[in-house]
């Protein structure tokens, strides 16, 4: 399936993801524990980079009184984020359903254009390479790309 | 035209200077035949890429990768006209190499991310930008001569 821009995991009747295997969601889940603590570094940089890096992304913060990297609209949100990924790979069985309101929110109030949800994966990715470069090896980027993946479906479920 | 300010020349020649491309090179590639397992279709002749243990060990993996890497050295040298200077590349991989071009913001993606890892927090988000726009850049020019 095509799905605005994206290729989304087929879906069973039961609404299952099934493109992650056992050993992504393993991989994923074990190389997410080192983030323990650093969430907010790791949110805020991600977030300073998206802003930095693609500025288009900047029509949708207009609202900030400081957009600059680092700035503390941009620490909170980055924080936030992070909060909401922590908890996505709790769900990491069931993302659909777990991320049910937040694709409601994503959907009819922010309104945001799915594809900025592939540009956040890849800053977040940026980010963690700097942060683990040992860890972040290929094997463990192919599974948190595809987990970030899901997650941006799980969020565009409810778009149209 | 692309322009560059005299900041981002410095940028992209500082990354360039201190890069070991013997070990960026390979690991570069290695990621994307792991990340985006779809590219090893160019590289049936290169033997054992089933897993990703193979892929990272693999020498002709190894020497293609720092081949490309210094593909990037013409850019360096010719920041001003890089459309130009990558004609006979893009018709090479276009008319011989059948690569599809989506492929090269894919291996651009990866080399990112490798750079990211060897820099740490010297790789910061304005260095990424123009490291990105650079290599966005190339990849337009490569992309050029398909038809």
Not at chain 1, 73 to 81: E, I, L
Not at chain 2, 33 to 59: C, D, H, K, M
């Amino acid at each position: 399936i095509i799905f605005l821009g994206m290729k989304c995991p087929n879906s069973t009747a039961n609404n299952k993801m099934t493109s992650l295997s056992a050993k992504d969601k393993d991989t994923v889940k074990a190389f997410w524990a080192n983030v323990a603590g650093k969430e907010e570094q790791i949110g805020c940089d991600a977030v300073s980079r998206m802003l930095t890096v693609y500025p288009q992304t900047k029509t949708y913060f207009s609202h900030w009184k400081d957009l600059r990297p680092g700035s503390a609209p941009v620490r909170k949100h980055g924080a936030t984020v992070m909060t909401a990924v922590t908890d996505a790979v709790s769900k990491i069985d069931d993302l659909t359903g777990g991320l049910l309101s937040l694709s409601e929110l994503h959907a009819f109030t922010l309104r945001v254009d799915p594809a900025n949800f592939k540009v956040l994966a890849h800053n977040l990715l940026v980010v963690l390479a700097t942060v683990f470069p040992n860890d972040f090896t290929p094997e463990v980027h192919v599974a948190m790309d595809k987990f970030l993946a899901a997650v941006a479906c799980a969020l565009s479920e409810k778009y149209r | 035209m692309v322009e560059w300010s005299e900041n981002e020349r410095s940028i992209i020649s500082n990354i360039f200077s201190n890069l070991d491309y013997n070990d960026v090179g390979p690991k570069a590639l290695v990621r994307c035949l792991v990340v985006y397992p779809w590219t090893q279709r160019y590289f049936s002749s290169f033997g054992n890429l089933y897993n990703a243990e193979a892929i990272s060990t693999n020498p002709k993996v190894a020497a293609h990768g720092i081949k490309v890497l210094h593909g990037l050295d013409r850019a360096l040298k010719n920041l001003d006209n890089i459309k130009a200077t990558y004609a006979e590349l893009s018709v090479l991989h276009s008319e011989k190499l059948h690569v599809d071009p989506d492929n090269f913001k894919l291996l651009s993606d990866c080399l990112t991310i490798v750079i990211a890892g060897k820099l740490g927090s010297a790789f910061t988000p304005e260095v990424q930008a123009t490291f990105q726009k650079f290599l966005a850049v190339v990849v337009s020019a490569l992309g050029k001569q398909y038809h």
